[in-house]
């Protein structure tokens, strides 16, 4: 019984360090991509760019998409596309946080979308290794213990 508990948490303790390892690649790599986002404040009009690092440091975000698939030769896209998508910056324009529209945001999420997409199928099998290594130890020490 013990042994089930200790298992269970060592399984949920992995896990989330995968999903930790996942997010923090994922965003160190989406950095590097050096990606500009044009907005456009919702108060006063104006438009200027914000670079990707402090894309992600707003937490506060709007969107609407609409699932669209799409067929691009053999390969079946049903990625999201993004009618709206807005974020909260200091405006320029008006001197304070703003919710601004982001006007380039389908084209960012094509960009990251495949390097994202690898490193998710890389944590999910790093998380299922490690799951399998955890059951056959944790097989072997009941057959110890028991
Ligand atoms: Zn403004």
């Not at 013990?2 to 390892?21: E, N, P, Q």
């Not at 790093?126 to 955890?134: D, K, R, S, V």
Request: glycine letters at 8%; a positive charge; hydrophobic letters at 45%.
């Amino acid at each position: 019984m013990i042994v089930t508990i200790i298992g269970v948490s060592l399984l949920a303790i992995w896990g989330l360090t995968c999903i930790r390892l996942f997010y923090k690649r994922a965003r160190a790599k989406v950095i590097a991509s050096g990606f500009v986002f044009r907005v456009r404040c919702e108060h006063c009009g104006t438009e200027y760019d914000v670079p990707v690092e402090e894309f992600l440091k707003s937490n506060a975000m709007k969107s609407r998409s609409k699932a669209r698939t799409k067929l691009h030769g053999a390969v079946c896209d049903n990625s999201p596309v993004y009618s709206y998508a807005a974020k909260r910056f200091s405006c320029p324009g008006c001197q304070g946080k703003c919710w601004a529209q982001i006007l380039n945001y389908n084209e960012y999420q094509k960009e990251n979308r495949v390097a994202i997409i690898g490193y998710a199928l890389l944590m999910a099998f790093g998380f299922y290794l490690g799951a399998n290594i955890l059951a056959a130890v944790m097989r072997l020490v009941e057959r110890i213990a028991g």
